[in-house]
């Protein structure tokens, strides 16, 4: 695939982006309407496990997952999707539940999972202490290192010390609370 050079070929990219986005929905959430008819009628959840292997990890994939469990006898088993009986979902009320999964697209039923961004202060600054660790090797092995600021090395060195401390009280004061609970 070609690297995008300028503005009129990434406003070309989103527009087929956008397309061809469209069009995928539209045939998962055909599919799925039928691997929903599939178990609910026969019991057989393998149409589901196919639509979701060929979905891959490159799609929505999860969305569609919990849109099947919504709407159909399947459920999550050690991280597989299996069938599971249903007592609300019957001969009677197959074709409300068919009716509301064609009304109801996965794409609306269920919100684009958002990640939250994660700092680890503690990593980081252990990593502050190793670079300093390898530094301090490479300037005994004769190698030429110019060392800035090395008194903040025991700084830092005391504020991981004081915070796996505060932990470890933590950790004996739940510890503790739990014998006596």
Same mark, same amino acid.
């Given at each position: 695939?070609?690297q995008?050079?300028?503005e009129?070929?990434?406003n070309?990219?989103l527009?087929?982006?956008n ?8 045939y ?16 057989n ?6 639509l ?7 799609h ?9 469990? &919504?709407f159909g !006898?399947?459920g999550?088993k @050690?991280? %597989?999707?299996?069938?599971?009986? +249903?007592? *609300? ?5 197959l074709d ?18 958002? &990640?939250?961004? !994660?700092?680890?202060?503690? @990593?980081? %600054?252990e990593?502050?202490l190793? +670079?300093s *660790? ?18 903040l090395?025991?700084?830092v060195?005391?504020i ?10 933590q ?8 014998a006596?609970?």
């Amino acid at each position: 695939m070609s690297q995008i050079q300028n503005e009129v070929s990434f406003n070309k990219a989103l527009k087929a982006i956008n397309k061809s986005g469209e069009a995928l929905a539209e045939y998962i959430h055909a599919a799925g309407l039928f691997a929903l008819l599939q178990v609910n009628q026969h019991n057989n959840n393998g149409f589901a496990v196919r639509l979701l292997e060929a979905m891959g990890k490159k799609h929505d994939a999860k969305r569609v997952e919990k849109w099947l469990c &919504h709407f159909g !006898k399947l459920g999550m088993k @050690g991280g %597989l999707l299996v069938y599971r009986a +249903r007592r *609300d979902i019957t001969p009677e009320t197959l074709d409300k539940f068919q009716a509301e999964a064609a009304q109801t697209p996965y794409w609306e039923l269920t919100e684009q999972e958002h &990640h939250a961004f !994660k700092f680890n202060c503690l @990593g980081m %600054l252990e990593s502050i202490l190793s +670079r300093s *660790d390898t530094a301090k090797a490479k300037a005994a092995a004769g190698e030429e290192v110019e060392i800035v600021g090395p008194d903040l090395v025991a700084e830092v060195t005391a504020i991981i010390a004081k915070h796996k401390a505060a932990a470890a009280a933590q950790v004996q004061a739940a510890v503790a609370g739990k014998a006596t609970a």
